[in-house]
């Protein structure tokens, strides 16, 4: 595990490097969208806390984070919601600017995509039934593991346990659905999320154990250095003056 934190770390540190290569930040009237004048979001809105529906509107702490960015940017926003896996392909393929989904940085998407500052932490937790056998990560050899599709959770269970092991599913509700009705021992997935499947889901809980702790980052595609210029750069401030702080603080409560 610690191995893969470090590769993490090492991956952000490149990629820090690379926003930092470009330092001043552009106008918003010359950086290049794909609709003039409007930063378009791809994501996945089945993430609380990070993107849900209220109603028919995309909430939570990346809508506001890119809200925030498009608007020190001049730009108004918009969001499109996607399966997690098309996010990345939607941002090289210019049909999105960014992709801000809870998105973990590593070392495969970084080489189809640029990423921003990191903006959170995110850790890969462990959900079991209460009266689960399973206690650490160890335990989970030769169970049968739910993840969400295409995410870090999925790459690590079958890396560290083999694909037969292995159930993905397309979205984190949906892998949680299956715990509760017994067809998978346990779901790896981000643990912000984790908290709140389990908060709606009876005789759940999470592992008092980290699988492993990754860096949340905005996807950009590689052949607009402008747009992650302007877009690191306000991201920048934003951390700097508090503002994303308090939007994580929004809505994840201190334990
Ligand atoms: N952080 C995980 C990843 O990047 C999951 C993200 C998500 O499902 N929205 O793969």
Do not use: W
């Not at 290569?21 to 918003?28: N, V």
Request: a negative charge; one cysteine or more.
């Amino acid at each position: 595990m610690k191995k893969k934190l470090a590769l993490l770390l090492t991956c952000s540190m490149v990629m820090l490097g690379l926003a930092a290569c470009g330092s001043e930040k552009a106008a918003s009237s010359t950086v290049p969208t794909v609709v003039d004048g409007v930063l378009t979001m791809g994501t996945n809105a089945q993430f609380p806390p990070y993107e849900f529906y209220d109603g028919d509107q995309i909430v939570g702490i990346d809508a506001e984070i890119a809200q925030a960015i498009a608007d020190k940017l001049g730009m108004k926003l918009e969001i499109t919601d996607m399966d997690f896996g098309s996010i990345i392909t939607s941002v090289q393929a210019g049909k999105v600017d960014v992709g801000i989904a809870g998105m973990t940085v590593n070392e495969e998407r970084l080489q189809n995509v640029n990423f921003s500052t990191s903006y959170a932490t995110g850790v890969q937790a462990i959900i079991v039934k209460e009266d689960s056998d399973i206690a650490s990560p160890d335990d989970l050899a030769g169970k049968l593991i739910g993840v969400q599709e295409n995410t870090t959770g999925h790459i690590y269970c079958e890396d560290d346990f083999g694909t037969e092991n292995v159930i993905a599913y397309t979205n984190g509700a949906t892998a949680v659905q299956a715990l509760a009705q017994g067809k998978v021992d346990c779901v790896v997935i981000d643990n912000e999320p984790a908290k709140n499947f389990v908060s709606t889901n009876e005789g759940l809980k999470i592992l008092n154990t980290e699988y492993v702790t990754e860096d949340y980052a905005i996807a950009i595609s590689k052949d607009n250095e402008e747009l992650l210029n302007a877009v690191d750069g306000a991201l920048k401030e934003l951390i700097a003056d508090g503002t994303v702080q308090t939007i994580l603080d929004k809505y994840i409560k201190a334990e």
